[in-house]
């Protein structure tokens, strides 16, 4: 089908500002106008969009559904239109990338800072993404690398190691494991675990190094990120089993890391590109500078064992 992006903005304008009144006046609009885009938009749909009433405007069960592809969608399309316009007055370009949110928040700021230094009219786009997240986006030409697990394979794929980063056993500094060197994983037998999604490549990784193992385990809660299983574990309502830059890039004060053996588990971070498009000398110049900053590691350690 052919896609009605005036009545995409208009139905995301609606969305953000909660009213057909304040969206149309945000937009340059008639209400009139604003309506009917939203209106055609969910003819040509089928379904309805938004609950209107006489007091408030709410998203319904397709609106929801929508409106984060939507907001990608729009973001992308603005991003690349932005770079071009740019690049068409001689004015600042734009340098996209991929990161795991865990090695953004632990070595991004040093890096970029250094970057700037270097290209200050070179705009950058982070995309915080999980680690599949960022592969499709350098498949798709929209990041020119990726910070990510280097768990992908591809021929059309180059593939940069870097780093190993170590999963450890989370617990408070009272709990008797804390004190320990490492912990076995047939020690945590008994304990009340919390675990990430089994859409992540950390659960993956986990999975497939315990094999049947993992059954026996009492993983009592199932969070999607690394935050909240943190939260948890502050909070007294199990352990939890994360990467050691989890643990450091969430700034755990008064948690305690133990490495984990046999097995132990570790997931490696490397650059990811497309084989077949060399980086630009700005994108080399980015990737040399992250590349060295995770070798050195990070600026602030986190607490651990």
């Not at 208009?10 to 304040?22: D, Q």
Request: charged residues 20%.
């Amino acid at each position: 089908m052919r896609i009605d992006l005036p009545g995409i903005e208009a139905f995301l304008g609606v969305a953000i500002w909660g009213s057909f009144r304040r969206a149309a006046a945000h937009m340059n609009l008639s209400q009139a106008a604003l309506s009917h885009r939203v209106k055609k938009l969910e003819e040509a749909l089928g379904v309805t969009l938004l609950a209107r009433t006489t007091r408030r405007v709410s998203l319904t069960e397709a609106g929801l559904e929508l409106l984060p592809v939507a907001q990608r969608a729009v973001g992308d399309m603005e991003g690349a239109l932005t770079g071009l316009r740019d690049r068409g007055r001689g004015g600042p370009e734009r340098l996209a990338i991929g990161c795991l949110p865990t090695m953004a928040l632990l070595h991004l700021p040093a890096v970029l800072a250094k970057f700037r230094h270097l290209h200050p009219a070179l705009r950058v786009q982070v995309y915080d993404n999980s680690a599949a997240e960022i592969v499709a986006r350098v498949r798709a030409g929209e990041v020119a690398f990726g910070v990510t697990v280097v768990s992908a394979r591809g021929l059309d794929l180059e593939i940069v190691p870097l780093i190993k980063d170590p999963f450890v056993l989370v617990c408070p500094p009272c709990h008797p494991l804390a004190v320990q060197q490492e912990v076995q994983w047939r020690e945590l037998d008994g304990e009340t675990l919390i675990r990430i999604s089994a859409e992540t490549v950390n659960r993956v990784l986990i999975d497939e190094a315990l094999g049947r193992k993992r059954e026996t385990m009492d993983w009592h809660f199932e969070v999607q990120r690394v935050p909240t299983a943190i939260a948890m574990v502050r909070a007294g309502l199990g352990l939890t089993v994360l990467p050691l830059s989890g643990l450091d890039a969430h700034r755990a004060a008064g948690l305690v890391g133990v490495p984990l053996r046999n097995p132990a588990v570790a997931r490696g971070i490397g650059l990811v590109s497309l084989r077949d498009r060399p980086l630009s000398p700005q994108s080399a110049v980015l990737a040399r500078l992250v590349s060295e900053q995770l070798r050195a590691g990070p600026p602030c350690v986190g607490t651990t064992a």
